[in-house]
């Protein structure tokens, strides 16, 4: 079972950030968090993860509370390119472990 | 970039034949994976593989097999289709350690 929350849909203007939030309150100390995003009849995409620390690449920012137990993927200058669904994982890092996605946000970016 | 590659986008098979889908990844990883995913079900795994040769069975592994005869190729195999594998089928690679899983673009498979 997925061990995270998210909100179903969520809307955004295209060229404003989009800030997509998911909690994970039962997450373990080694386990990391992660994000994908899957665009309609595409495989999914890994987008970025994290563990404590506050992250940041080319696509998104992640930030992590302090607690750990929510985190929020940030957008920062959305595109109609970046509708889809956006999936939060956690997992632990090594071995062959699974994914399993829960039901994720639908993002959609209007123009 | 990490590349993994899945030979068929789409297919159209005939109840009763075989089916091979391929894979091909281009980073040297360990792991692959082959999941199909279905609205409502989400991503379920069928088979997965940590080294040449190896396999291990995912969560719904008959009526399916799978083939590691190189690390960079993957090919999951339906015996004899049947029209509730009619899906989109995934594939997927990681190293083992960080094991940030990769996925192809899919395939969409229809048994008639």
């Known amino acids: 079972d997925a061990k995270t929350t998210q909100p179903p849909s969520m809307d955004c203007a295209e060229g404003r950030a989009a800030n997509l939030p998911c909690n994970h309150s039962t997450i373990s100390g080694n386990e990391y968090v992660y994000w994908y995003r899957q665009i309609h009849s595409q495989g999914p995409q890994y987008i970025i993860h994290g563990l404590k620390n506050n992250e940041t690449n080319e696509m998104a920012s992640l930030i992590i509370t302090e607690d750990r137990k929510s985190s929020t993927l940030i957008l920062p200058h959305a595109t109609l390119r970046d509708t889809a669904v956006y999936y939060c994982i956690v997992r632990v890092q090594g071995g062959s472990e699974k994914l399993v996605f829960g039901k994720g946000t639908k993002l959609t970016v209007n123009p | 970039d990490v590349k993994v590659t899945q030979s068929s986008r789409y297919l159209v098979k005939r109840t009763g034949e075989k089916v091979f889908l391929e894979c091909v990844q281009d980073?040297?990883?360990?792991?692959m994976f082959w999941y199909r995913q279905d609205p409502g079900l989400g991503l379920r795994l069928i088979y997965f593989s940590y080294d040449v040769k190896m396999k291990e069975k995912g969560d719904i592994p008959e009526g399916y097999s799978v083939s590691r005869e190189k690390k960079e190729r993957f090919s999951l195999i339906l015996e004899s289709a049947s029209t509730n594998q009619t899906s989109m089928y995934l594939c997927a690679s990681s190293y083992t350690f960080p094991n940030t899983i990769y996925f192809g673009e899919g395939s969409w498979l229809t048994v008639v």
């Open positions: 980073m040297d990883h360990e792991n």
